[in-house]
């Protein structure tokens, strides 16, 4: 889990984890309101480096760019 707290409206944060199995992710919003969002993003395994760039409104959670690519070079 990612928790990254007071993100201020127009600003960016950034966080990471390692996958240490096959699993599907998900991403929570929990709004200063109380107000949550809620988005199942897809599948991730181990062995791969996933970058993606996610932008929340206050209705939406969206995925908007991902970049991908193996550690192990293939």
């Not at 201020?8 to 096959?22: D, H, I, L, R, W």
């Amino acid at each position: 889990m990612i928790e990254l707290k007071v993100i201020q409206p127009n600003t960016s944060a950034a966080g990471s984890y390692e996958v240490k199995c096959e699993s599907h992710s998900t991403i929570q919003v929990e709004f200063q309101s109380g107000k949550k969002l809620q988005k199942e993003t897809g599948y991730v395994t181990t062995g791969m480096d996933i970058q993606d760039k996610i932008e929340v409104t206050d209705s939406d959670i969206e995925i908007t760019d991902t970049k991908l690519s193996s550690r192990y070079g293939r």
